[in-house]
């Protein structure tokens, strides 16, 4: 029998790779930018804009990660990297909401990676569905 693809991590991979985009694109301009013209030192510039980097590296990988997985046929093998994929994001919601409520501000990044998460983890039920 053959493996259909798996929409929900389509989906979770499509919404993904916007989530890296806003972030590389949106990001830069509205936070690093910024940033890189306060007095801070140059050392912790150069820090923060490597761990901004690294976020966008992360993004991407995820992303593709999920795409790959949701159109390769036989991808079930490897749920622990899916399942790994999807605990990510869903953890990723807990410091924008927590920062959130402690500042009292709405931060909306949790609103990406929250639906990631879910779709993921849906994913990983159908897939076993079909094995």
């Given at each position: ?7 929900y ?12 985009f ?8 509205d936070?690093?930018n ?10 912790i510039?150069?820090q923060l ?16 990660v999920?795409l ?13 990297l ?7 994001n869903l ?7 927590l920062?959130g ?6 931060v909306?990044q ?6 990631i ?10 897939a076993?569905?079909?094995?």
């Amino acid at each position: 029998m053959m493996q259909q693809k798996n929409t929900y991590w389509i989906i979770a991979g499509a919404l993904n790779l916007l989530t890296f985009f806003l972030h590389l694109i949106g990001g830069q301009i509205d936070l690093v930018n910024p940033m890189l013209d306060t007095s801070l030192g140059i050392e912790i510039k150069s820090q923060l804009v490597g761990a901004w980097n690294m976020i966008s590296i992360i993004l991407l990988a995820t992303s593709l990660v999920l795409l790959y997985a949701g159109f390769k046929q036989k991808f079930t093998a490897k749920l622990e990297l899916i399942s790994f994929v999807g605990y990510l994001n869903l953890s990723f919601c807990f410091p924008f909401i927590l920062t959130g409520f402690y500042y009292g501000l709405l931060v909306p990044q949790w609103i990406f990676f929250l639906p990631i998460g879910v779709l993921t983890i849906i994913g990983i039920k159908k897939a076993k569905l079909t094995t």
